[in-house]
């Protein structure tokens, strides 16, 4: 086992009373976006939401995460599923890696397939922009639907 590796969540605000369930089922299972700490030790640092539209709280609580030695930054997955998804999300992105050099994952638990399903119908993710955005959290069929 390599040493720890220590990340943070930044959830969007709309989902703040969500209690992480799929979040840490899929840190635990290194599924979606954490199948890239498939065999190492991960530890969580901080977690946190964005605070609200327009996302008050990105600019501040990547600060906190690194002074618990955060080295990864990932966005929930409900910032990219979400009706709509975060409009913000690349701006939040690119002003983390700049601002604070720290690495920036889009999602953390695999995009549940209804989730994928309906943003396929609404063509909400058409835009090139989304496919390198979606790309740690689309994973499987299979794996999609035991997160429905
Ligand atoms: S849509 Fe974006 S800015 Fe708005 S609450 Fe969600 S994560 Fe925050």
Redesign the pocket.
């Known amino acids: 086992m390599e040493s720890k590796i220590k990340i943070g969540i930044i959830i ?3 989902y703040r009373t969500c209690a992480g369930g799929k979040c840490f089922r899929a840190l635990r299972n290194r599924e979606g976006a954490f199948s890239i700490y498939e065999g190492k030790d991960v530890e969580l640092v901080g977690y946190t939401t ?1 605070d ?4 008050g709280n990105i600019e501040y609580t990547a600060d906190e995460m690194m002074r618990n030695g955060a080295e990864v930054i990932h966005f929930a997955t409900g ?1 990219l599923v ?1 009706y709509p998804p ?4 690349e701006t939040f992105k690119n002003f983390l890696e700049h601002r604070y050099r720290i690495k920036v994952v889009s999602g953390t638990h695999p995009i549940p397939q209804k989730y994928r399903d309906t943003h396929f119908e609404l063509g909400t993710w058409n835009d090139i922009k989304w496919q390198a955005l979606l790309e740690p959290t689309m994973t499987t069929e299979k794996i999609r639907k035991a997160y429905d």
Do not use: L, N, T, V
Not at 52 to 55: A, L, V
Not at 86 to 89: L, S
């Open positions: 969007c605000d709309r964005c609200g539209c327009p996302g910032m979400g975060c409009p913000y999300i």
